[in-house]
């Protein structure tokens, strides 16, 4: 990764192996994903992009900042409306799972 004191740099080149790729997610940005769940994420299309060089997956820095970003959510201040939209947004999240699940086992 080279200098440590560059712990954010927008628009960074350069790629990173599997290995480094789940490193630098989990030093940079707090997101623990090994490197198989990152193989997993792959297969399923939901992972962040990467190359395929010489049979050894190569994540460019820009698509796991991207990847990280969308798994984080928006930036939020410490306003009372951004708060508020947080926890009504979990509430609805949570009777819609609560739906899926009764749907669910009403199925049964």
Known sequence: MG???Q?????????????AASSYLRKNWHL????????????TGEGPRFY???GKMLYPLAE???????????????SA???????STKKVDAAADRASRRAKWRKR
């Open 3 to 5: 200098d440590n004191n």
């Open 7 to 19: 712990a954010w740099m927008p628009n960074r080149k350069g790629v990173l192996q599997l290995t």
């Open 32 to 43: 623990n994903y090994s490197a198989a769940a990152l193989t997993q994420l792959a297969a």
């Open 52 to 54: 395929i060089y010489n």
């Open 64 to 78: 796991l900042d991207a990847f990280a970003e969308a798994k984080l959510g928006p930036l939020l201040s410490q």
């Open 81 to 87: 409306p951004a708060l508020q939209a947080v926890a």
